[in-house]
C-alpha cells in the first residue's frame, strides 16, 4: 500500500464514528481512502450513513496529524500493513462485514492459510495478558 492511501486508512480509523463499515462505504464510494478526503462534502452527505458529525471528521486536520503519528510508528518499528483490498488479505476475513481495514504484522506470517489465530489487544499489554498469550501460544 502506498504511503498516502495507508496515511489515509489511518485517518479514517482516528475519526469518531467512523467504523470499518462506515469506512468501506466512503472508500468504495469515492474509490480509494485518499479520494475520500478530497471528495465535496455535499456528495459524502448523500452517502447512506454519513452524516454531519462524520464530515465533520473528514475535515478536521487534527485527524491527519493523529495518522501521520501513527505512520511513524508503524515505520519505525517494521512493521507491515495488510489492507482489505490486498491480495495477502485473509479471504475468509474479508468476507465478515465487518473485518478490519487494515491488520498490523510484524515478522514472517502467512495470512493465506487456511488456519489462523489472532490475538487482538492493545499496544501496551499487562503481565498478566503477556503471560496468557506465552502459554496459549506453548
Known amino acids: 500500500m502506498m ?4 496515511i489515509s486508512v489511518l485517518r479514517l480509523q482516528c475519526i469518531p464514528n467512523i467504523g470499518d463499515i462506515s469506512a468501506r462505504k466512503l472508500i ?14 455535499a456528495t459524502l452527505l448523500k452517502i447512506g450513513g454519513i452524516g454531519t458529525k462524520i464530515i465533520e471528521g473528514i475535515y478536521d486536520s487534527g485527524y491527519l496529524k493523529a ?33 478490519p481495514l487494515i491488520l498490523f504484522q510484524r515478522g514472517a506470517i502467512n495470512l493465506r492459510d487456511r488456519k489462523i489465530i489472532s490475538i487482538v489487544g492493545t499496544r501496551n499489554i499487562t503481565p498478566h495478558g503477556r503471560q496468557f498469550c506465552e502459554q496459549f501460544i506453548e
Open 28 to 41: 468504495a464510494h469515492c474509490g480509494s481512502a485518499t479520494a475520500v478526503f478530497k471528495e465535496k462534502k
Open 3 to 6: 504511503m498516502e492511501e495507508l
Open 67 to 99: 495518522a501521520e503519528r501513527e505512520y511513524s510508528f508503524i515505520k519505525e518499528h517494521s512493521i507491515t500493513c495488510v489492507d482489505f483490498q490486498d491480495k495477502n488479505y485473509p479471504k475468509y476475513l474479508k468476507h465478515c462485514p465487518d473485518a
